[in-house]
């Protein structure tokens, strides 16, 4: 992650890890903001700029240090908070001066936000706000020049049943992610997509099928930081509710059993297949699957907290 260097003006740029769709009812939250900072050989030193409404909602800004890598590798990363220079006419400019000298790498930065007493309609289903134009800028005479430019944005969702999934099903769709990670989605997407089987030992075993298949998107986000991935998995839980139930399954239990004429049952005969695990082998396995799902959930809450 950090292979990025500061280079040339075309190299330099700012990217979001932010995830613009929320709860409702959620008012603050932060978004990390990474900067490439250009090579020092501009006559003037280049600014972290927010373009902001005059009701803004940026409340703090903070560098974090040991850049990108130490938010996803560190517990604790240390912090440090920045004071802007504003400015206000029909909007506010917050200019963040970025650290002297030049850069080993791209540097992080996080920002809070918090629009209660803005508006009374932020924090409602399909409500929108644009929180910030996020800039990476250069004074110059006559004008400033603006090297790279993202919009920090907000929408409000109602959570409900199969909306995760929905959502994942939304950034799968995004041609530059890397296909690793894309398979990686399809696959949680099409293993979600599956009944569950009516057997309780079966639904033991579907659900730590669905597990597997979650770490493996977990362990593809986190190796490209993608950070919208993550947060759309946090709420995500493999639960049995609200899905379609199937029967026969494919253990023994669930094996059809044919009513010949005579009125006898006779369950047909099959290859000889291993024994398969005890329901208590099932359950202890189910129970760390669930507890590897849980330490991963609590360990993305706040990569740089």
Request: a neutral charge; charged letters at 25%.
């Amino acid at each position: 992650m950090n292979s990025e260097r500061a280079g040339h003006v075309s190299d330099a740029g700012v990217r979001l890890r932010h995830v613009e769709e929320v709860p409702e009812g959620e008012l603050t939250g932060y978004a990390h903001i990474v900067v490439v900072p250009p090579a020092p050989e501009l006559a003037h030193a280049p600014l972290l700029r927010l373009v902001t409404p005059r009701s803004s909602a940026i409340v703090s800004m903070h560098r974090v240090l040991g850049g990108p890598g130490a938010a996803l590798t560190v517990a604790e990363p240390a912090r440090e908070e920045i004071t802007p220079r504003g400015r206000s006419a029909h909007q506010r400019i917050l200019d963040y001066a970025l650290p002297p000298g030049p850069a080993d790498g791209p540097l992080l930065y996080r920002v809070a936000w918090d629009v209660s007493g803005i508006d009374p309609r932020m924090g409602q289903a399909r409500a929108e706000v644009l929180l910030a134009r996020v800039q990476l800028a250069v004074p110059a005479d006559g004008g400033d020049r603006v090297l790279s430019q993202r919009m920090l944005r907000l929408e409000w969702y109602t959570p409900g049943p199969g909306q995760e999934i929905d959502r994942l099903s939304r950034l799968a769709a995004d041609d530059t992610l890397p296909a690793s990670l894309t398979d990686a989605l399809a696959n949680l997407i099409e293993a979600d997509a599956k009944s569950v089987p009516a057997c309780p030992y079966c639904s033991l075993r579907w659900e730590i099928d669905l597990l597997d298949v979650a770490d493996r998107l977990w362990e593809e986000a986190d190796r490209h930081g993608s950070t919208r991935i993550t947060a759309v998995l946090l709420p995500w839980t493999p639960t049995t509710e609200h899905r379609d139930e199937h029967w026969p399954c494919s253990c023994p239990r669930g094996r059809p059993q044919v009513r010949y004429p005579q009125g006898t049952q006779h369950v047909p005969q099959r290859r000889p297949t291993p024994p398969l695990p005890s329901q208590d082998e099932v359950r202890q396995r189910l129970a760390a699957a669930r507890a590897r799902h849980r330490s991963r959930r609590e360990a993305h809450v706040d990569p740089a907290r």
